[in-house]
């Protein structure tokens, strides 16, 4: 049988840690053969509920579960996983500045990049759930140097999902027959849902029709469907009074999942990664593309044709990137 693999989740008692480490633990994230050791990383306050989340997952006697370790020391947490899921961080709260906001995040993501660099595995998959994800994922990199850029990510696949669930409901089809929709951009209501290349397999013969010709709504699909997906999580908070998290979770495991074992043939997904500079997008901040996965690696979809309507929103949410990424390293200094 298979040597387990270590796979981290920081701010392990929060919400999506709730959520997420039974997924992890079932298999959900890398597999129903694949053994797992869960590192649990939380801070000082939430010590005590982490360990109820501990004796939680003994009681559940996971059968590929191999081990447990529950701590609030990040090197401790760090040590010898070959996968990161960073759900910690400084939530923006009511009045708080943004600039303050990000400052805890980037003092945060500087120390676990160190903690990561000096104890993880070597090819170590890091995906940062915690917002502003996609700046946090920059600063992660930024300062672990000795983990290659295409390894650390960020998680845009929630929005992506929902994409493919609204244009499910709005078709009438199976959610699992919807596919190709692209998330560009920032993990923020900047994103832009595309879904000029998507497609819906149709049940009669089983073809893949374009989204755009079966909808045949465009003010819909450049309207209310984009506004649907941008302010989904608004939406998840009205109706719960706390934001997403279940869906928060298994879309991390999606994100995981088709990295480590690949994309289906024929199937892109979203991925917040490293620019080098694809469709124009300035290379050097983490945005989210479509990409193919296979051999543990992402490549981005290329040679997609991008209409004006596509190119200004890119554009929009590339330039929100980039004054994020002057606001965090002004707050280096
Ligand atoms: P919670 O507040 O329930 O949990 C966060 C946990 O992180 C807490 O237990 C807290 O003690 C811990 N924490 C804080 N600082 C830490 C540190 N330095 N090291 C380790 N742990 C630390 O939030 P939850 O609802 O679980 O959301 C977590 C993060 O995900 C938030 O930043 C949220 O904005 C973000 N989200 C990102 C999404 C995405 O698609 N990228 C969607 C869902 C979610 O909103």
Redesign the pocket.
């Known amino acids: 049988s298979k040597d387990p693999v270590r796979v981290l989740v920081?701010?392990?008692?929060?919400?999506?840690?709730y959520a997420i480490v039974p997924m992890v633990a079932r298999g959900v994230m890398l597999g129903p053969d694949q053994p797992v050791i869960l590192h649990m990383?939380?801070?000082e306050?939430?010590a005590e509920?982490l360990k109820g989340v501990q004796m939680e997952l003994l009681d559940a006697a996971f059968p590929l579960l191999k081990g447990v370790v529950a701590t609030t020391d990040?090197a401790e947490a760090c040590k010898g996983v070959k996968v990161a899921v960073m759900?910690?961080?400084?939530?923006r709260k009511e009045g708080m500045e943004r600039k303050d906001v990000m400052s805890r995040n980037v003092s945060?993501y500087k120390a676990?990049a160190s903690a990561l660099e000096k104890n993880a595995a070597q090819g170590c998959k890091v995906v940062v759930?915690?917002?502003p994800?996609n700046t946090n994922a920059l600063i992660l990199k930024e300062f672990a140097p000795s983990i290659p850029p295409d390894n650390i990510t960020?998680?845009?696949r929630?929005?992506h999902n929902r994409a493919l669930g609204q244009i499910a409901g709005r078709v009438k089809a199976q959610v699992s027959d919807v596919k190709n929709v692209i998330i560009w951009g920032n993990?923020s209501s900047t994103q832009y849902p595309d879904v000029n290349h998507a497609t819906v397999r149709t049940s009669c013969n089983g073809e893949d029709r374009s989204v755009r010709e079966l909808v045949a709504d465009d003010p819909w699909l450049n309207g209310d469907f984009i506004a649907t997906v941008q302010q989904r999580?608004a939406a998840i908070i009205k109706a719960r009074k706390?934001?997403?998290?279940l869906s928060?979770a298994s879309?991390a495991c999606d994100h995981i999942r088709d990295w480590v074992l690949g994309t289906p043939k024929g199937t892109w997904v979203s991925m917040g990664v490293y620019s080098d500079g694809s469709y124009g997008v300035p290379a050097g901040l983490i945005y989210s593309f479509p990409v193919t996965c296979d051999n543990g690696k992402w490549s981005i979809v290329q040679g997609l044709r991008i209409d004006d309507f596509s190119r200004e929103k890119m554009d929009a949410t590339a330039k929100e990137l980039s004054e994020e990424k002057a606001l965090a390293y002004s707050c280096l200094n």
């Open positions: 920081t701010g392990a008692a929060g919400q999506i840690g990383l939380d801070i306050p939430a509920a990040v759900v910690g961080g400084f939530p945060i676990q759930v915690a917002n994800a960020c998680l845009t929630l929005d993990h999580g706390l934001s997403s998290a928060a879309s």
